[in-house]
């Protein structure tokens, strides 16, 4: 547990202070330059299943953390195209040429994220991510997302999903450059 929590906790820049992952599915750290940084926690016997956290170690642009805090300052709700629109720095990594995506708020365990869910017609990838407002700034944005075929989306989304559920949030601290 020790090497997956901590694992957790550099990924989300301490955002997230416990969660639990699915049984066997051991963390791997795919890279770290010294800001970014990107873990996966690893399926015991198929490579191409991942929970993935993702922190990219710049801080978005003062306007799109205006609009991510006014975002996340709402109860949850459907994101329209003008709100993805205005978190679209947040979210760039999600939106792909040939991607359905459907962006809403979502309360977890007290905390209000961005939940993003989209769909890749061309390949039938599917994919299921959070946004973290690190210290509430929203200026430092940490990422957790699940993406898979769909068929094997939806074979080990319960486990993704009781993980998810299993999310305690820490205090938040402030994030220096």
């Known amino acids: 547990m020790g090497d997956t929590i901590d694992a957790i906790r550099y990924a989300t820049r301490g955002a997230i202070a416990e969660m639990t992952v699915p049984e066997g599915w051991s963390p791997q750290r795919l890279s770290s330059d010294g800001t970014a ?13 991942r929970l993935c956290f993702f922190y990219r170690g710049q801080p978005l642009s003062e306007p799109s953390a205006e609009s991510l805090r006014d975002v996340l300052s709402q109860s949850p709700h459907p994101l ?11 979210a760039e990594n999600f ?13 977890i365990n007290g905390k ?10 061309a390949d039938g990838v599917e994919c299921y991510a959070i946004l973290i407002d690190v210290d ?8 957790m997302f699940f993406e898979a075929t ?3 989306f939806h074979m080990h989304w319960p486990a993704i999903e009781r993980s998810i ?3 305690k949030w ?8």
């Open 37 to 49: 940084k990107f873990y996966y926690f690893q399926h015991p016997t198929l490579e191409n299943i």
């Open 80 to 90: 329209a195209a003008s709100d993805l629109e205005k978190i679209s720095e947040a």
């Open 95 to 107: 939106q792909r040429d040939g991607y359905t995506l459907v962006a809403t708020t979502e309360g």
């Open 112 to 121: 209000i994220v961005v939940k993003l869910k989209g769909t890749c017609e």
């Open 136 to 143: 509430g700034d929203g200026r430092w944005v940490a990422e």
């Open 150 to 152: 769909a068929s094997d």
């Open 165 to 167: 559920k299993s999310i």
């Open 170 to 177: 820490a205090a938040p601290q402030p994030v220096s450059g």
